[in-house]
């Protein structure tokens, strides 16, 4: 679809370098004046996790000597396959271009213990089998009490063609559950989830690939990292662990980084990033007192949304969330806002009370100052499955359009380490609503044949699209409430209600909520004027 590219200053929707408020990064330090962007980019989304794979598959398998792959990873799978076939494992391809004389180098989070729900020995395991292979991929734990580097992106530079270059930035893990595809059947290498999502959790996520400067500031957000002094984990017990299976603690130097790859497109790029105030003394040298850029961010250019805002995430939780909503609903009569969320959380238990707590905090007060203009919705498969919502996917009036690490959420914003990308782009965004709408709706075939414009027609005005959710979801809902007699009607779309939860449960899923799940990561400077 073509669409006249929007005449916006940058500045009014993107930070400068000053809004980031992080004069410890080097991130900016190649763009001039208060320029916090990159322009000249080319970026292409992809839409869940197996058209990710293959597009990463095939960069990591073209790579050639003297090359560099740059990746982190929050969960990691060494037998995940890319391709479905055999030799596709992301040991084996990225054990592969090690032995082409490619220099990998990768940071994946250590995790917390298996016994908390976590992926400890997962994550280990593939460090330890691609330190094995040669490859220098370390396990760190560099992160506040509590916290986790939730970071998801994989950066490729080629010494003899830069025009080739590219870095893939999102929320998908090179894990498992991950590679499902537009008819959400499931992972073939399945992780359980809990019991409504069935044996192969259907999974829907987006990353992006992105071509042109910006990979420079992407690969720079990892050498950073790579470049902190402090140990791998401060915990000595795990450090001698480590020893003692014989695992590398301390970072290699990179190869001198090269210059920004040439224009590829007409995309701005704005990469928006998350650091925690470490606390006592610990902070990071390139985010002393932490980065809170992605809240930042999501605030300056939700406050000139006047049309609609589309959200799909994982979480969405909490009052600081729904209050960046409140106040700009009551100022735009117009503006609406569209939540795809998952139908039911990944937790059992008290744990799932607490999510749906942060849940409720976030849109009571956005439901009742819009009821008719905020509306949330799940996902199903045509099995009647519930799909995981794990994408992280931000647009703004078809302007601002961001996919990263980082969800709705105070964790997110001010807690875990994360790395997102805003897109500002008139095209780039109304093309990634619509492809996005056109999936829920069951329109992919109609795109396939007549095109994403034709197909998607009645969608792209704003209100146009907030309604054919409201209708699509309606007689969903109607068709299960009736005992699932006749034909399924179109769509995946299921309506989501305001948690209904007592007082009760509310009062005591408050403690795990704000300790455990949604913890605040602010300096307490900050954290007390409720300012980030």
């Not at 073509?2 to 993107?14: E, F, Q, Y």
């Not at 032995?99 to 280990?124: C, I, M, P, Y």
């Not at 930035?169 to 499931?186: Q, S, T």
């Not at 007689?475 to 769509?491: F, I, S, Y």
Request: a negative charge; proline letters at 7%.
């Amino acid at each position: 679809m073509r669409h006249a590219r929007s005449m916006v200053d940058p500045a009014d929707w993107l930070l400068t370098r000053a809004e980031r408020a992080n004069p410890d990064t080097r991130i900016d330090d190649r763009h001039d004046g208060e320029r916090a962007w990159s322009e000249g980019n080319l970026v292409r989304p992809l839409i869940h996790g197996a058209a990710y794979f293959k597009a990463l598959y095939d960069a990591l398998e073209a790579t050639e000597e003297g090359d560099l792959v740059l990746l982190t990873d929050w969960q990691g799978d060494a037998d995940e396959r890319l391709t479905g076939e055999p030799g596709s494992e992301v040991v084996e391809v990225l054990g592969r271009a090690h032995e082409r004389g490619v220099a990998v180098h990768g940071l994946v989070w250590r995790s917390h213990f298996d016994q908390t729900g976590f992926f400890a020995k997962e994550n280990r395991h593939l460090g330890e089998q691609l330190q094995q292979r040669g490859a220098e991929v370390l396990l760190d734990m560099r992160v506040r009490a509590g916290g986790s580097h939730h970071q998801k992106f994989l950066v490729i530079r080629h010494h003899e063609d830069p025009s080739r270059d590219v870095a893939f930035v999102g929320g998908i893990d090179l894990a498992h559950n991950r590679r499902d595809d537009a008819d959400h059947h499931g992972d073939p290498q399945p992780q359980p989830l809990t019991k409504e999502y069935g044996d192969n959790p259907p999974w829907h996520d987006v990353q992006v690939a992105i071509q042109g400067p910006a990979v420079h500031d992407v690969e720079t957000v990892f050498r950073e990292r790579w470049d902190d002094p402090a140990p791998l984990s401060r915990a000595p017990w795990r450090r001698l662990a480590d020893r003692l299976r014989g695992l590398d603690e301390s970072p290699d130097g990179l190869p001198d980084q090269l210059p920004p790859p040439p224009p590829a497109g007409e995309h701005v790029v704005q990469l928006l990033r998350t650091y925690p105030d470490l606390r006592f003394g610990a902070d990071y040298p390139f985010a002393n007192g932490g980065e809170r850029s992605v809240a930042r961010g999501y605030d300056k250019a939700l406050r000139r949304a006047e049309r609609l805002v589309y959200i799909e995430d994982q979480y969405f939780w909490g009052r600081d969330v729904g209050d960046l909503f409140v106040e700009r609903l009551r100022d735009q009569p117009e503006l609406r806002v569209v939540l795809v969320i998952p139908l039911v959380p990944d937790l059992d238990g008290p744990n799932r009370v607490a999510q749906l707590l942060g849940r409720r905090r976030a849109l009571r007060r956005m439901m009742e100052v819009a009821p008719d203009r905020v509306a949330a919705y799940g996902l199903e498969n045509h099995a009647g499955t519930p799909v995981y919502v794990h994408a992280k996917v931000c647009i703004v009036d078809d302007t601002w359009a961001s996919t990263g690490s980082d969800n709705f959420s105070r964790r997110s914003w001010t807690h875990d380490s994360e790395l997102t990308a805003v897109v500002l782009d008139a095209a780039y965004a109304r093309d990634l609503r619509l492809t996005l709408a056109a999936e829920h709706l069951d329109r992919l075939d109609g795109v396939a044949a007549d095109g994403l414009e034709q197909t998607m027609a009645d969608c792209v005005e704003p209100v146009d699209l907030f309604e054919a959710y409201a209708a699509h979801a309606a007689r969903l809902d109607d068709w299960h409430d009736g005992g699932r007699r006749g034909e399924r009607p179109p769509g995946r779309l299921r309506r989501l209600r305001l948690p209904d939860l007592t007082q009760r449960q509310r009062k005591w899923a408050a403690v795990p909520l704000d300790l455990l799940h949604d913890p605040d990561g602010r300096p307490p400077g900050l954290r007390k004027r409720s300012r980030y």
